[in-house]
């Protein structure tokens, strides 16, 4: 039986806290190893936490020089031009924004011709560069993913193509110019994967992540909740907004 663990929780009064706390550990995590591998989310949430990384590499606080980034997955397929992708997101909330070596930035080939081929290309590359720290972010509703790792996702599991559960396609259709233009599927880390990081931090902001955060982190551990494994890691810091911890 796998040890079950207690994550630590941050609740922050305002969204504002929720960035700043998630920002000041990357750059406690850069200035005590510059050369840190980071999994990365894309989502909404952490859009503030990699502004104010960006403010701090303009006033020289924080330097991404020496590390490497991995997202935790990518839609399949879909074009990196496309303003919805996390190669077009990472370009503009990182790479545009900080020192970071493009060339050490990783994110699933969303334009590779064979999902499969490239979700094993991907697996090799993190496990060559393991996580030092993890940013993962909660899916909408009651999905329960993290990357995404749909319902049904195992503990055991590695990168490999998904399909998204219609939940997932309902919220982030909105991303797309025309709705009925968000892929089907994505590549995602798996759960083991997204396990093998030294630390994890959980963000959610908002009523509507307040279901999944207490069923993350009260509920079974088990594949109808994808991110309740994420209490199989010792090291796992769930930060939320007041919104977010309304049902903890
Ligand atoms: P969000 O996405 O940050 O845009 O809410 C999170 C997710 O779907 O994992």
């Given at each position: 039986m796998d040890t079950v663990y207690k994550p630590t929780i941050k609740i922050f009064p305002e969204e504002s806290g929720v960035d700043r706390y998630v920002a000041d550990k990357v750059i406690k995590q850069l200035s005590i190893k510059p050369d840190s591998t980071l999994t990365i989310a894309t989502g909404s949430t952490p859009i503030g936490a990699y502004k104010l990384l960006a403010d701090e590499y303009d006033k020289g606080?924080?330097?991404?020089?020496?590390a490497r980034i991995f997202s935790l997955d990518e839609y399949w397929?879909?074009?990196?031009?496309?303003?919805?992708?996390y190669a077009f997101y990472v370009q503009k909330y990182l790479i545009d924004t900080t020192d970071i070596n493009p060339e050490n930035c990783h994110i699933p080939?969303?334009?590779?011709?064979?999902a499969a081929e490239e979700a094993r290309r991907y697996d090799d590359l993190l496990h060559t560069y393991p996580s030092d720290l993890a940013i993962v972010g909660i899916g909408p509703?009651?999905?329960?993913?993290?990357?995404?790792?749909?319902?049904?996702?195992?503990?055991?599991s590695h990168t490999r193509y998904v399909t998204l559960d219609p939940q997932t396609i309902g919220v982030n259709?909105?991303?797309?110019?025309?709705?009925?233009?968000?892929?089907?599927g994505a590549i995602t880390q798996g759960i083991a994967d997204i396990l093998m990081a030294k630390k994890i931090l959980l963000l959610a902001k908002g009523e509507g992540k307040a279901q999944a955060i207490t069923r993350t982190v009260n509920g079974p551990v088990g594949p109808d909740a994808?991110?309740?494994?994420?209490?199989?890691?010792p090291n796992v810091t769930v930060v939320v907004d007041a919104g977010a911890a309304g049902k903890l």
């Open positions: 606080n924080v330097s991404f020089k020496h397929p879909i074009q990196k031009t496309n303003p919805a992708s080939d969303g334009e590779a011709p064979d509703g009651t999905t329960y993913h993290i990357g995404f790792n749909e319902k049904g996702s195992e503990a055991t259709s909105q991303y797309f110019p025309n709705p009925t233009d968000i892929p089907k994808p991110s309740s494994f994420l209490r199989l890691h």
